[in-house]
């Protein structure tokens, strides 16, 4: 691969045109450029791993997963079609990796939804970033809340893969319903219809915290 | 947590916004990568990005049809062994046969040389 460094052109976008910064992205990365694949990943990786990480319930397979989607990314750059949003193209990439890896799995054996808590925060999932807080709260409070976190994540991890994606995208990344329908290769209606199912399932498996909260 | 994505209407991020569910999903957030995964998947990508699309194309495509070429090469290795049975078979058969034949051949060759020899032997005696 070339590596050019510029700094002019559509790569430096205005902020709110997000879209048109990726879409010139990929073009440069079409080219070669090296320094707009780099932007491109540490501009996704955060969304592209968070979301694969809270799919999987591990972060090692997260972080593999997660450059996989970047390989791809990089390797269609050069037949890449400007039609439709890059956000909604590369969760698709997302959406196809995560569905193989979950068929993969079910085929083989069955791995734990949680790593052991030392594995985890060496490899940057939840609960490495789960730190004690110790100036504020109270070895007591900080078990709980590490107690209630993990089990937030096994809640979204016990739903059907198609209502665990929908839910990440529109409770994590933030997606329109629009956006997680073309992802999921779905109606809007069938999306909605998904995420309430999601809500109500999650509503009846985090009932005791939802009470501690109301 | 951002209030709510700037594509959904205000009623979609108020609806949320006010389901308890969702507040506490915002209490567990999306994990983070480590500092080093952009170097490190820039790497991958050199390492593994070589490959043309079209090339990797093909190899998926090879790869999902593993199980038919699985079968496929699983039913033409069973009718070429019935085949080579078959035709070895057939030969043993043939050789049997040549042999069988030889064997008549060979005694009725036996016969006549032993008629023959005793008319030799009348034949001596005048």
């Known amino acids: 691969m070339k590596d050019r460094f510029r700094d002019d052109d559509g790569a430096r976008a205005p902020v709110g045109d997000s879209d048109a910064h990726d879409k010139a992205l ?34 090692v397979e997260a972080q593999d997963l997660a450059q996989q989607v970047f390989v791809r990314v990089y390797r269609a750059a050069g037949s890449y079609q400007a039609s439709a ?23 083989a054996t069955l791995v734990p939804l949680h790593p052991p808590e030392n594995e985890a925060a060496h490899s940057g999932g939840s609960a490495g970033l789960d730190l004690p807080d110790t100036a504020t709260k109270s070895p007591g409070e900080n078990m709980l809340h590490r107690e209630m976190l993990r089990k937030i994540d096994e809640a979204i991890l016990a739903l059907p893969e198609q ?11 933030e997606f329109s319903y629009e956006e997680i329908a073309e992802i999921l290769k779905a109606s809007v209606p069938a999306t ?13 498996a985090l009932q005791d915290y939802l009470e501690e909260e109301g | 947590m951002k209030a709510g994505p700037p594509n959904n209407s205000p ?19 999306r994990p983070e990568p480590d500092a080093w995964f952009a ?21 998926i495509g090879l790869a999902r049809m593993w199980r038919w070429a699985l079968g496929g090469g699983l039913a033409l290795s069973m009718a070429l062994v019935l085949v080579v049975t078959q035709i070895n ?27 023959s020899s005793s008319s030799s032997w009348q034949d001596s005696s005048f």
């Open chain 2, 11 to 29: 009623q979609d991020v108020r609806l949320d916004e006010n389901d308890p569910v969702w507040r506490l999903l915002a209490r567990a957030p």
């Open chain 1, 163 to 173: 209502q665990r994606l929908a839910i990440v995208l529109r409770r994590y990344d």
């Open chain 2, 89 to 115: 078979s057939e030969k043993a058969e043939n050789q049997k046969n040549v042999q069988e034949a030889f064997e008549i051949m060979a005694s009725i060759d036996t016969d006549s040389d032993s008629s």
């Open chain 1, 26 to 59: 990929m073009v440069r990365i079409a080219e070669g450029d090296e320094v707009a694949l780099r932007d491109l990943i540490e501009k996704h990786q955060g969304a592209v791993y968070g979301t694969i990480a809270k799919m999987l319930g591990d972060p």
């Open chain 2, 39 to 59: 170097a490190r998947t820039l790497a991958r990508c050199r390492h593994e990005g070589l490959g043309t699309e079209s090339g990797v194309g093909a190899f």
């Open chain 1, 85 to 107: 949003q890059f956000k909604t193209w590369i969760f698709t990439i997302v959406r196809n990796l995560v569905f193989n890896e979950h068929r993969r799995r079910s085929r």
């Open chain 1, 192 to 204: 909605k219809s998904l995420l309430f199912r999601a809500r109500e399932t999650l509503r009846v």
